[in-house]
């Protein structure tokens, strides 16, 4: 067993660390104000080709690995959450065509995606079908050598900035089939939604899309028919380590504020870090994030060995979600009233790490996957 990354794991780290600090961090409090889509980030990332690190070259990738990949996430998490979200989406996207798309689909679609001319958008949520995706009730409907979509999907990261979204529909009724499309926004009947106002993640561009007979040609189809649900599942699999990273990201950013003020500030004639009850603070945050860290490096591993992975996304995201959610907080309360204000980053590290237990399967679907697979 060997608990050292390799020399080109390193090297990521090390790159996407100077470039999120230099370029992200200095401006992630004004995206969050003023709830500005960072493009010009999206597209840095797309210079360094962190757009497309998990497929291959040939197809404009960078083919890293998901343990590179994870990294890299963590790191730009740390700066800016609202960045990271973007880029994990897009690099899910890019990643799903590689795997189920045909040449074709491959050719046109992943060069773009990995060269930041506009982003991926995953559409599988709807009003009335989220932790239930399987629910869902947008339709594409075969007609001459096309399919025409109806229906609404919600909360869709990336709507309104992407290149080409992946929409999965019914494709018939009974026996139930759902497939997945590749739909470009241009597709006219491609309607986007006004942005949704969130809590954090401010600056990620989260939209709703109607489909009003919008018409896709049959080569749009992604995968093959029905297949549309484990294709988004899969897919779902690997977004999860990478949500747990951007949870670890975040909190770690947190947990260096608050100790850096615990060394700094002083009451009772004493810094704060002198205090028993901040130093547990600490210390049980930063146990966590290891913990947590430890899991995704597991399932991260696991996926790029292609060995199966469900389970161990799944608790690598609800432990590191959950756990980056309970190190922010003890971050604000470390800072005490400053915590809560937004001159310091942590209110901001708070507010972005909430989506973490509800994204990409809220916390109690992941426990539903694991219990699944113990109970089975
Ligand atoms: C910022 C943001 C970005 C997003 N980006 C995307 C995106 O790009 N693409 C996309 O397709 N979706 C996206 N989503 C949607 C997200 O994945 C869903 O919000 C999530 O899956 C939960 O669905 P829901 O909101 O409908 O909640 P519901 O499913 O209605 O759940 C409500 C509550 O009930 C609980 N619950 C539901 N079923 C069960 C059960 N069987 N057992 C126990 N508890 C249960 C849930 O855990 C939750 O606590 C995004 C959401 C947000 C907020």
């Not at 798309?101 to 958008?121: D, F, T």
């Not at 504020?257 to 205090?275: C, D, I, N, S």
């Not at 130093?279 to 049980?284: C, E, P």
């Not at 800072?335 to 809560?340: A, D, E, F, V």
Request: charged residues 20%; glycine residues 12%; contains cysteine.
């Amino acid at each position: 067993m060997e608990f050292r990354l390799t020399e080109e794991q390193l090297q990521v780290e090390e790159m996407v660390r100077n470039l999120s600090r230099k370029e992200f961090a200095p401006k992630a409090a004004a995206v969050d104000e003023e709830g500005r889509y960072p493009g010009e980030n999206h597209r840095r990332l797309a210079d360094l080709g962190l757009l497309g690190m998990l497929y291959p070259a040939g197809y404009g990738g960078s083919e890293a690995g998901a343990v590179s990949y994870n990294i890299a996430l963590r790191e730009v998490a740390a700066a800016c959450a609202s960045t990271a979200v973007g880029m994990a989406v897009t690099n899910m996207v890019g990643e799903t065509i590689f795997l189920h798309g045909n040449e074709a689909h491959r050719r046109k679609y992943l060069p773009m995606l990995a060269g930041g001319r506009g982003a991926g958008a995953f559409a599988l949520t709807e009003p009335g079908a989220g932790s239930d995706a399987g629910g869902l009730s947008t339709t594409a409907r075969a007609e001459a050598g096309a399919f025409l979509l109806n229906g609404s999907k919600a909360f869709i990261t990336n709507g309104a900035n992407a290149c080409v979204a992946i929409v999965m529909a019914v494709t018939q009724k009974s026996p139930r089939k759902i497939s997945a499309f590749l739909v470009e926004p241009a597709t006219p009947g491609f309607l986007v939604g006004k942005p949704e106002r969130k809590m954090g993640l401010k600056g990620s561009d989260t939209v709703s899309l109607t489909f009003e007979e919008c018409r896709v040609p049959e080569s749009a189809l992604l995968g093959r028919p029905g297949d549309g649900l484990k294709i988004a599942l899969g897919a779902l699999d690997g977004g999860r380590i990478g949500i747990a990273s951007q949870a670890i990201g975040i909190a770690g950013a947190a947990l260096g504020a608050a100790t850096e003020y615990a060394k700094e500030r002083k009451q009772f004639g004493r810094t704060l870090g002198e205090f028993q009850a901040i130093q547990w603070m600490l210390a049980d945050a930063a146990t966590e994030l290891e913990a947590a860290q430890l899991l995704v490096y597991r399932a991260a591993f696991l996926k790029e060995r292609k060995a199966p992975h469900t389970r161990e996304a799944s608790m690598a995201k609800v432990f590191a979600t959950e756990a980056g959610n309970r190190a922010c907080l003890k971050a604000v309360q470390v800072l005490g009233g400053y915590g809560y204000v937004s001159d310091y980053p942590v209110e901001r590290n708070l507010r972005d790490v909430k989506v973490g237990t509800i994204y990409e399967g809220t916390s109690e679907i992941q426990r539903l996957v694991i219990s699944r697979s113990l109970l089975r």
